[in-house]
């Protein structure tokens, strides 16, 4: 999205993200090479690319998981820099490819215990009532108040994924960088979480890193494409599957490794090639 973007998301209190020239540099290689990006509440924005294009690098610089130049800004307020924990406290929350949720602790003490992580104990007291509330929210929020008193450990894979994102929700997240929330995934679980996170998006500002593109077809309303650390197109799914770059790229990493030959058939197929 463009600084008009921006501009928007500011005249109209709707939080946002903005990250301009963000460099990470492992050992002299450019994993991330002066990306911008502009992630504005309301969007379900999808980052996409091939293996090993940075996209997680991305989402791990943004929550300070690994050094970074360039900015980013929340809402008008600096992010890189600052420690972990502070970024989680300004409400940046991130989920991994695999879940990290206590499998002995029910649903509801998972949600419990992140409503009230980083926070004293004193506040925690004075909040108490506050957040059974957030908990019992989020529970319905995320389709799991059935089982909020099983242990989190037997859970179907797509619901521990739901239980990481209720986790962000009670952790008050309305920014949420999701990496592969629908891996392994049947398509039936895919289509639910899709329409969380759209539920989810309305009221917060969303990025889902992905590789399956039918799920990207499905509920994206923007997408990135990251290539070699860097941007090579945003648009609307329309807009990217028309892209001859972005058909490039796919096919060439199909070559290089077989994987992707898939995507990049579909992609082009789709945009009528
Ligand atoms: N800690 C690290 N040290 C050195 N190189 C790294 C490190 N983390 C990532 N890289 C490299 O940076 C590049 C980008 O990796 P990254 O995991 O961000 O890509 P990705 O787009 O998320 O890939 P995938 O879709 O396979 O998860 C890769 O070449 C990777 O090998």
Do not use: C
Not at 106 to 122: H, M
């Amino acid at each position: 999205m463009t600084p008009t973007a921006v501009a928007t998301g500011a005249r109209t209190g709707r939080t946002y993200l903005e990250v301009r020239g963000l460099t990470v540099t492992f050992d002299g290689f450019r994993a991330v090479d002066g990306v911008d990006l502009t992630l504005i509440q309301g969007d379900l924005k999808f980052l996409i690319g091939p293996n090993g294009a940075g996209k997680t690098t991305v989402v791990d610089a943004i929550t300070g998981l690994v050094p970074a130049t360039g900015t980013v800004d929340k809402t008008g307020q600096p992010v890189l820099g600052m420690k972990t924990h502070k970024i989680a406290r300004m409400g940046i929350g991130r989920t991994f490819q695999t879940a990290s949720i206590f499998e002995d602790l029910t649903v509801e003490q998972n949600l419990d215990i992140a409503a009230g992580s980083g926070r004293g104990w004193l506040t925690l007291l004075r909040r108490r009532r506050g957040r059974a509330t957030v908990v019992a929210e989020a529970l319905e929020t995320i389709g799991l108040e059935h089982l909020a008193s099983t242990k989190a450990g037997v859970l179907a894979h797509g619901q521990k994924q739901w239980l990481e994102i209720g986790m962000l929700l009670v952790q008050d997240s309305d920014v949420m960088l999701l990496d592969e929330p629908v891996a392994g995934m049947g398509a039936e679980e895919r289509k639910a979480t899709g329409e969380l996170l759209q539920r989810i998006a309305a009221e917060r500002t969303v990025v889902v890193v992905e590789h399956d593109m039918d799920f990207m077809r499905d509920f994206a309303t923007s997408v990135t494409v990251l290539a070699a650390g860097k941007v090579l197109a945003e648009g609307t799914v329309s807009e990217i599957q028309a892209d001859p770059k972005v058909q490039q790229v796919y096919l060439g990493t199909a070559a290089a490794t077989g994987t992707e030959l898939e995507t990049g058939t579909e992609l082009e197929k789709e945009s009528g090639e």
